[in-house]
């Protein structure tokens, strides 16, 4: 499974990283702190990514702007797309799903807890959901 994270933050993109290796994701995790490159990356080709996993503070497209992008495109339009946000603002979560995305998680403020949902999201987009290839 090809992971694209799109995170402007370096420490909570390293923890990412290192949750889903923790999660038994050795390899196959892509990252881009620009909003703009890692769209361009995604429409290079089908093989750029299984699901993508977005803060919405990312720039210079936001993360609702680049979730539209993926959601205009129609070789992009049934792209599993996670939110990953530290915002728990519910008309942030309502504009996201409204945008469509897949799924919202908030990051928790313990290290624990943002490991154990890194893992649950990896097992259940790795090997319980059927991903559209």
Known sequence: MRILLVESNPADAYLTVEALKQAGMEHGVTVFDDSSKALDHLRGGSEAAD????????????????????????????????????????????????SGANCYINKPARLEEFLRCMKTCYEFWGTVATLPR
Not at 52 to 81: F, H, K, Q, T, W
């Open 51 to 98: 699901l993508v996993l977005l803060d919405l503070n990312v720039a210079p497209l936001s993360g609702l702007e680049m979730l539209a992008e993926i959601r205009r495109d129609p070789s992009l339009v049934y792209l599993p797309v996670v939110i990953v946000s530290g915002s728990e603002n519910r008309d942030d979560v309502r504009k996201a799903y409204g």
